[in-house]
């Protein structure tokens, strides 16, 4: 590279241009262009750096000035470590069922591509929670209890919930607005073989409205459809209420025309089988966050600001602002940031 | 003293006396003191009146609109009284940034007064270092913007300004407001970045308001490298600083209402 | 402090290396000692042990679900890095180890669309729907796919539920609105002035559209069929709603109220839903105790086709001999002395 393309390199117009680009991207980058935000947004931070390194061999003032050399260099390592942590992290949602352990299999998650995959590891089963809500649906605190594996046969119970978050392996499980019900269903088809599971259904009360799910019976390609019958308010919307399973529920099952009510216990005979809805389960929506290099990060940002800070404190105290020096000598190199020094006339 | 919903309405009557005050004050070339003594009671008030509605709501006031338009009217001409304490001799700029406030204030009146309920993710002290580090960052600004104003006014000739010192000197305590102000923006970006790790497990995830916090602190850098350029002139820096007034403004008062709650993240 | 760091006319090798080593040891110091938002494990007695997690219906061994990830990770990097071909094959092996992943399907569809497979996209598409009807990104897909198809209603269809499904600060919506804008005005939706704004609401088209509406067949929600013409001599309250609209929701208990209110031999209150599926429907009404009847119009093909409603819920009131009398655009309280009042009087 030769030495006159470096100085343009470093030249403040390049900044200015960078700058100019990074707003664009920041607020118009989104639209759903061929390359991703982060790609896009990475151009101008990245052409920032380069422009600062060019700076730096280049720019006397720049580097004959520590505080202000300081906050530079410590804002380019934040924006190395901040495209560092957008590919190592991951940030997901999973909802795990009442009874039911953590399926890592079922995350869906923006994964970076060098994320260190470690959820097989993370076990813990989902166990009840209670959310209370204000009148007029206002959600408040949520806790919902999980059990963590322990020595032996023994497990932890834990509470989570809003920002008390499971901290497991590195992955950060906080609950989420979704939650709903589950039934737990056992089909046993006609050889006796029977299968048990869970059939979700959307989250509950956003969709109160939509309380039914399409479902293909185990061991066949039949599909059905279930629906949780809520003959009773659960809530009234301008009261007070406490997140929990109805009563009364039934599960409806319509297949090939027919429309059948089930209580928890019963079962009807469904295509050359039985189905029996054992009982109302509850899930649990949570959103998943791997960051590991949040600690650097936030460390490079107060050293930012504290040389930044030393800067700003050593201009001021060089000079006062209305151009009378101060009674202490001006120190060399302190004064004007970069670029030219001035004289102030009144 | 006063009925309960009497506070707020009298000390915004008395911002518009203080403005008022000092602009009678710019152009006899007078000393101010009835403008500080005005808005000295004004914030006095005001502050009365939203400390009733902490105390009442038990949240602070930084949940809707009204609550933040409320407290950001207090917080601001609260820095522009320190800033002109602590710097006596561009009290006459009063007469130029006042006004602008004068804005905030009318339209607080056109914004609905309801009880609010904080929402449970707001439970952490982060929040009011947020908001405080937020609220210092815009009151630097704005003694920015009243120094700035007196430059372009100058220039375009609406007003003389004897009492202040020149235009260079202006335009240089105008970008160390700046350089204050860009330090506590950088803060507030932190300590909102740390709550949001702490409450929602994402320390950043373009929001529209992040977004445009993070292209008001673009728009500051911008304005302190273009002012080691050549071209740099009190006229052109005066227009800049109107220019991150006006992304600042948009960011906070524009921002956070797309949607009901400040942070989309936060319900 | 003075350590004559600012003097210097290189400050660079002091500053790198003071840096790095207050960035490393402050952030070790903040990882180990200060972790946000952890939390303390409670002990458990040995004697309470958790609900039994009971197995799942299609179970697989754990080789396969760290086969499967690996298939959708490797499917997702050919997504990203523009290789649809690569990203198709990965997705259909790993459908082969789990076929109930929503997502999977998605991903499959765009993979699918992106190799110009419109037909096994939709295919896909639906399959994700199938799996998870709040597979938001699907609905994006099918809006993409039937619009190469030429299908501009179905894309409508299911841009309109994308749309519906993603929160407001979702990047693609704005592409989202634009597509349904662009389309609507595409099938003539969107009036080109105000001055043909105006003139769809005026009298004689409305009254136009009601005689299209005398011959059109009603799909019942239990999959049977009605003509119209079964409610002439009849005044027609006709409420066009659907399930996922709120406001739609809120003003059901009045209409019903109002159907016990009218003579039955005179007044007929009928609900035409735009879901698309009529036993969810069926089963909402039978929740909130709606029992006038209501009926399927999927396709919109009465709702925009005929009526030229956009946004619902609306009402319309329709003469005994079939002309339209009035378009009430939102929700009402129905069963009011009010608006009893003017239904009665718009006979």
Known sequence: ?346 | MFADGAWLPISLGLYLAAALAAIVSAVRAGAFQMTILLLSVALSVHGIAIFKRWIRLDHGPYVDLFEILSSNIWSLHFAVLIGCLAVPRIKASLAAVLPVLLVLVVWLLVVPERDTLAPITYGTIWLPVHVTLGKIFLGCAVLAVGLSLVVLARLSGLGTFVTLPGNRALDELAYRFILIAFIFETLMLVAGAIWAQDAWGRYWAWDPLETWAFVTWLSVAAYLHFRALRWSAPALNAVFVLGIFVVAFSTFFGMPFVSTAPHKGAI | MNLGIGRRRNALFLILPIVAVAVIGFGFALDRWVVVGDIETVPEPAAISPPAPTTPPASQTEVDDAHFEALFARGIAGLRAGKPDQAAAAFEAAQILNPRVPALHANLGFARLALGKINAAIESFETSTNLRPAQANAYFGLAEAWEKQGDLEQALGAMRTFVHLTPEDDPFRRRAFSAIWEWEQALGRLPSNAAEAVQAETGGQAGARGQDLLSVDLNRLDGGSDTFARFIGKTVILNVWATWCAPCRVELPSLQRLSKKLDPTRYAVVGLSTDEDPDYVREFLRDVGVDYPNYLDSGRDITYGILKIESYPQTLLIRPDGSIVQQIVGARAWDEPGMIANITGAQ
Request: proline share 6%; with cysteine; charged share 20%.
């Open chain 1, 1 to 346: 590279m030769s030495h006159s393309l470096v100085h343009r390199l470093a030249s403040l117009r390049v900044t200015l241009a960078c700058i100019g680009v990074a707003v664009a991207v920041a607020l118009f980058g989104d639209g759903g262009g061929a390359w991703p935000f982060g790609v896009i947004i990475a151009l101008p931070f990245g052409a920032l750096c380069l422009n600062l390194l060019a700076a730096m061999a280049t720019n006397v003032t720049l580097r004959s000035n520590a505080g202000l050399l300081g906050f530079h260099v410590a804002l380019a390592t934040l924006t190395l470590l901040t495209a560092a942590d957008r590919l190592t992290g991951l940030a997901g949602h999973i909802e795990v069922t009442e009874g039911l352990g953590f399926d890592p299999s079922l995350v869906e998650a923006d994964i970076g591509p060098f994320h260190p995959w470690k959820l097989d590891s993370v076990r813990f089963v989902q166990g009840g929670f209670e959310i209370n809500y204000d009148p007029g649906m206002k959600r408040r605190e949520t806790v919902s209890t999980l059990y963590l594996p322990g020595d032996g046969r023994a497990s932890h119970r834990v509470e989570v919930g809003d920002d008390s978050p499971l901290v497991i392996g590195g992955y950060r499980f906080y609950t989420s607005f979704n939650k709903g019900f589950a039934p737990l269903v056992t089909f046993t088809d006609g050889a006796g073989r029977a299968y048990s599971g869970t059939i979700h259904l959307p989250s509950y009360p956003l969709n109160y409205f939509k309380q039914g799910n399409d479902w293909t019976i185990p061991g066949t390609s039949k599909p059905i459809k279930v629906w949780l019958h809520l003959p009773d308010e659960v809530y009234e919307e301008e009261e007070a209420w406490h997140f929990r399973k109805p009563e009364n529920a039934r599960l409806v099952v319509i297949a090939e025309g027919a429309r059948q009510e089930m209580r928890p216990g019963e079962s009807i005979p469904l295509a050359g089988g039985h189905l029996r809805y054992e009982e109302l389960r509850s899930w649990m929506g949570y959103t998943i966050a791997y960051n590991p290099l949040v600690p650097w990060m936030l460390a490079t940002v107060v050293v930012a600001i504290l040389f930044l800070a030393w800067h700003v404190a050593g201009k001021f105290r060089a000079r006062s602002w209305d151009g009378r020096a101060r009674a202490r000598p001006s120190r060399r190199g302190e004064d004007a940031a970069v670029g030219r020094k001035r004289a102030y006339v009144r």
